[in-house]
Structures are given as C-alpha cells and as structure tokens.
C-alpha cells in the first residue's frame, strides 16, 4: 500500500499547556512520520480562510479566535493509511466521547478546545498541506 500524507495541526490549548512533544510522540507511537513541521501564529484572515467550510456555523466566531489565541504547530504526517489512522490517534471531535488512549481523551479541553486538527479525507488533506507548505518543506 502507497504512502499517504495528512496535515495536522496542534491547537492552542495543546500548545500553551507545552503538550507539543507529547502530542507529536502520539504520532510517531502510531507509525506517523513529521516530514514537515513548523510554529506559527495565524492571523484571523488565514483562520477564517482555514475554517471556511464552517463559516456558517454557530461555533465559527469562538473557533477561529481560539485558533488566533496562541502559537500552533502545523505538520505534514505520513504513513500507511495516515488520514484514517492520525484521526484514530486523534479520537472523536467531543473529548467526552473520544476512546481511551486517543489524544483528545488524554488532552482536550473541551469540544471547541480539542488539542489537534486532522484533515478528513485526501483532498482536504492535500489543499490544507499546500495552504501551509510549500513543496520544499516537505522532506519524507
Ligand atoms: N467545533 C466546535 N464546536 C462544535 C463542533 C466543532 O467548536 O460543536 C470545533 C472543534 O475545534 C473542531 C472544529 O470545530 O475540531 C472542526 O469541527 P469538525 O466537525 O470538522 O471536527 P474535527 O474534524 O476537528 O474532529
């Protein structure tokens, strides 16, 4: 079976607690390369940009200003099947409902402060990497 890449980031909740390491040890646990890696702070415009797809929902205000709160690391994951399994790795969106051992059973605040982001699907996968990287930065 090919590789697969996913994008992931770990949010500000994750970041500011200095659960960045623990979170990216969770990857590499689950057989995930970082081929890509860096901190940055994003605006609100690249938040907005981000979460477009759920501008019309009631959480977009307090989701976006939460992505703008602090720093967030963003990361390139690859492996077998590494979509499926980072959103294994992940657990469910709610942290109440997450299985044990997943990172946002282990981490998250709550269902808005949830720790990680994880792309969903190939395409989604492949548009977030390229919103954040360029070619260059990804070393496998
Ligand atoms: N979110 C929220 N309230 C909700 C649902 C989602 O604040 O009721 C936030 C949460 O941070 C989540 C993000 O919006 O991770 C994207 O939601 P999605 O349903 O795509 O969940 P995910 O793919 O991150 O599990």
């Given at each position: 079976?090919?590789?697969?890449?996913?994008?992931?980031?770990?949010k500000p909740d994750a970041t500011k607690r200095?659960?960045?390491?623990?979170?990216?040890?969770?990857?590499?646990?689950a057989g995930l390369r970082i081929v890509a890696s860096k901190r940055i702070q994003l605006t609100l415009a690249q938040a907005q940009a981000f979460y477009g797809v759920h501008k019309d929902r009631p959480?977009?205000?307090?989701?976006?200003?939460?992505?703008?709160?602090?720093?967030?690391?963003?990361?390139v994951l690859e492996g077998e099947n590494a979509?499926?399994?980072n959103r294994e790795v992940m657990g469910a969106t709610n942290p109440a409902e997450a299985a044990e051992g997943t990172i946002r059973k282990e981490y998250a605040l709550s269902i808005g402060?949830?720790?990680?982001?994880?792309?969903?699907?190939?395409?989604?996968a492949?548009?977030?990497?390229?919103?954040?990287?360029?070619?260059?930065e990804l070393v496998g």
């Open positions: 079976m090919a590789l697969e890449r996913t994008f992931s980031i770990i200095n659960l960045t390491g623990a979170i990216a040890a969770k990857f590499e646990e959480f977009f205000g307090e989701l976006t200003e939460f992505m703008i709160s602090e720093p967030i690391v963003v990361q979509i499926a399994k402060e949830n720790s990680v982001h994880g792309s969903d699907a190939p395409e989604t492949a548009e977030e990497i390229a919103f954040f990287f360029s070619g260059l």
